[in-house]
């Protein structure tokens, strides 16, 4: 839930335009959706293409965790630590703590 409300604050501070592109990426099924509805049914030369299609999303998702975490890290360590805050807020105000949690 925070990260919903941190993303809302994020959106509003966007030119319109920004904001346009966003509600039109949320319009539509996003990739999770589009490779769970693309599973073949039962035997199929598509069940190979489908897992590494699988694989592959899997992989995307690894790295967007491993961003975040490194983020995450670059804030504590570099942000935080130094002026010796525990509750930091980013540029525009919004907490930290979503970082955590996702």
């Known amino acids: 839930e925070k990260l919903r409300e941190a993303m809302g604050k994020f959106k509003l ?5 920004h904001q346009e592109f966003i509600d039109g990426l949320i319009a539509v ?5 589009r490779i769970l509805v693309s599973r073949p049914v039962g035997e199929s030369s598509d ?3 489908y897992d590494a299609l699988v694989r592959a999303f899997n ?12 983020h995450w890290q ?10 010796n805050i525990s509750h930091a807020v980013g540029t525009g105000g919004t907490s ?3 970082l955590q949690q996702h």
């Open 74 to 83: 670059y804030v504590k360590n570099f942000v935080m630590k130094p002026g």
């Open 47 to 49: 069940s190979e293409h």
């Open 13 to 17: 501070s966007m030119p319109l335009a």
């Open 59 to 70: 992989r995307v998702i690894a790295r967007v965790l491993d961003f975040r975490w490194q």
């Open 96 to 98: 930290f703590d979503y």
């Open 29 to 33: 099924p996003n990739i999770r959706q």
